[in-house]
């Protein structure tokens, strides 16, 4: 069978390495995942509590207009009900947004080094990635982007990732701001992806939620998958205008988000104690990193989200194996371009010690 070549190349999105693999390859009893931005808490105790009693329910389909849910986002964000779309995770919202805006050969434009989702879902529907390099401190180059909008007329997305992963940098206000007025005058939507947005501790930060009532032609994604602790489960958000949220409603598929995901979503968006607790922990842990990558000497990238992307100055694909062998699960960016960086999830106390001592240890060896 023929088929086209951009799906030959495709390359599958790289994840994680599970825990059972690496006590499975390694014969390890004890194995620490600080790989894929997971929350090392779990979710909150409401919405385990609210799954087990979905249970009852498994049989049925779940409600396709997941109303409960929509309703406990639409009143935490104090945003109207019919301004919000779901996802199975964000990443379909990615999916079905380029789906639903770009012609086989049309452009969505992009950094380097930002979310790889965006190329993957572009390159499946027959799109292609304009990327712009990253500024000299790691962070998507708005005025490089202003400039690419420009000179190409068909660019009808683009993914801005704030904060941004691989690389933890996000935009300021007023970078933002200068960006989106630009991009209003044109036929393009600006896609500000907020996964990590509970996070962000920069004063200069601002969500797209606040700057939408001025631009209308963002649209904002977020996820239970991080600070909410659900990633398993597959819950993702759009806010956008009500036509942008039609269309998405037209083009997914029924019954995208399971009951039991919609269920464990309503109860966890309610418990926003568990969230600061989420927040704290990560703070905690993440300024230990930076403290410790400082005094080794390692440069790193501040970071807004729950990890941290350090650069080890030696092939990370080793140093990837090294660590993986004394149990801890980090995450290798060479398919970022960046091949001397490893991403470090921030864990829980007992996990950040010992994926520095690790490092540590693994960096002795090498000299
Ligand atoms: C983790 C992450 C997501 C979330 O993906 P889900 O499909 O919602 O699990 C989205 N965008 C970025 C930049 C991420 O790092």
Redesign the pocket.
Same mark, same amino acid.
């Given at each position: 069978m023929k088929v086209s070549r951009d799906i030959l190349s495709l390359t599958p999105y790289l994840p994680g390495k599970p825990i059972a693999e690496a006590k499975r390859e390694f014969g390890l009893d004890r194995v620490f995942k600080l790989a *894929? @931005?997971e929350n090392p808490m779990g979710p909150s105790p409401a919405a385990l509590k609210a799954i087990e009693a979905e249970l009852a329910e498994i049989h049925r389909y779940p409600d396709a207009a997941a109303f409960a849910m929509v309703q406990a986002y639409s009143k935490l964000l104090n945003v109207p009900a019919n301004e919000i779309a779901f !996802? @199975? !995770? *964000? %990443?379909?919202l990615?999916d079905l947004l380029i789906r639903i805006y770009c012609e086989p050969g049309d452009a969505i434009a992009t950094s380097q080094a =930002?979310?790889i =989702?965006y190329k993957i879902c572009a390159q499946a529907a027959r799109v292609r990635t304009v990327e712009t390099p990253l500024t000299k401190d790691g962070a998507f180059d708005l005025d490089a982007l202003k400039k690419a909008v420009e000179n190409d007329s068909r660019i009808r997305l683009v993914f801005i990732?704030n904060p %941004? %992963?691989p690389t933890g940098t996000y935009v300021s206000r007023d970078k933002l701001d200068a960006f989106l007025a630009a991009c209003a005058t044109r036929e393009i939507l600006v896609v500000l992806?907020e996964?990590?947005y509970e996070f962000v501790r920069a004063k200069d930060y601002a969500s797209g939620i606040e700057l939408r009532g001025r631009y209308p032609n963002i649209v904002v994604?977020r996820?239970? *998958?991080?600070v909410y602790g659900l =990633?398993a489960l597959?819950? !993702?958000f759009a806010i956008a205008s009500p036509q942008v949220i039609d269309l998405i409603n037209r083009v997914r598929n029924p019954f995208n988000v399971s009951s039991l995901a919609q269920a464990a979503a309503v109860a966890a968006l309610a418990d926003q104690e568990h969230v600061k607790r989420v927040c704290q922990l990560t703070w905690q842990g993440l300024d230990f990193l930076m403290r410790e990558f400082k005094a080794a000497g390692l440069p790193f990238y501040p970071s807004q989200?729950n990890f941290l992307l350090v650069d080890c100055q030696a092939d990370s694909e080793k140093l990837f194996n090294a660590l993986l062998r004394k149990g801890v699960i980090v995450r290798p960016v060479k398919n970022y371009g960046l091949p001397t960086f490893l991403r470090i999830s921030v864990g829980l106390e007992e996990e950040n010690l010992a994926v520095i001592e690790a490092l540590k240890s693994a960096l002795g060896e090498k000299h």
């Open positions: *894929s @931005n !996802g @199975n !995770g *964000s %990443n379909e990615i =930002a979310f =989702a990732a %941004n %992963n992806d996964a990590y994604l996820t239970m *998958s991080k =990633a597959r819950v !993702g989200g």
